[in-house]
């Protein structure tokens, strides 16, 4: 039932403008320092390197009248399993391998059957670290 154009990919599962549709998403990159004490001067800092980035996927489905549904349930089936998905956008930027920490819903105006007609939903993911350097470029 899903239908439109891709604007964005994890792994094989695929966020469409109609369907698995996602509303925001938001980035998060820590890059923390060390802090090194110092005598008589203000303490000096030393650059630890890149620990986490971390991306929130939101969006809402409406299952009964454009689907989607099966695609999240996907999405919980490749988490629960420990599979890492590469993420990447409509206009072809990798944002690497990541990790889904947590998937969350809200369903809400169920039919008669108990089936949502509205499921909004949050997926929590973190990149996985380089697992192959190429000619300097971490994959």
């Excluded at 509303?23 to 890149?50: C, D, F, I, N």
């Excluded at 349930?73 to 409509?90: C, D, E, T």
């Excluded at 990541?98 to 998937?103: E, N, P, S, Y």
């Excluded at 008669?112 to 996985?128: F, H, Q, V």
Aim: net charge positive.
């Amino acid at each position: 039932m899903s239908s439109g154009p891709v604007t964005m990919a994890l792994g094989p599962f695929l966020f469409r403008s109609i369907g698995f549709g996602h509303t925001g998403l938001s980035r998060a990159l820590e890059t923390p320092w060390s802090e090194v004490q110092t005598a008589g001067k203000y303490h000096a800092q030393q650059w630890t390197g890149p620990s986490t980035d971390s991306v929130t996927i939101t969006g809402v489905l409406f299952p009964s009248a454009y689907g989607g549904l099966t695609t999240l349930r996907g999405l919980q089936i490749a988490a629960k399993n420990g599979i890492p998905l590469m993420l990447v956008s409509l206009r072809g930027q990798v944002f690497g391998r990541h990790a889904v920490q947590r998937i969350s819903e809200d369903q809400s105006l169920h039919d008669r059957y108990g089936t949502p007609r509205r499921d909004a939903y949050s997926i929590e993911l973190k990149r996985l670290g380089a697992v192959l350097n190429i000619a300097g470029i971490s994959i």
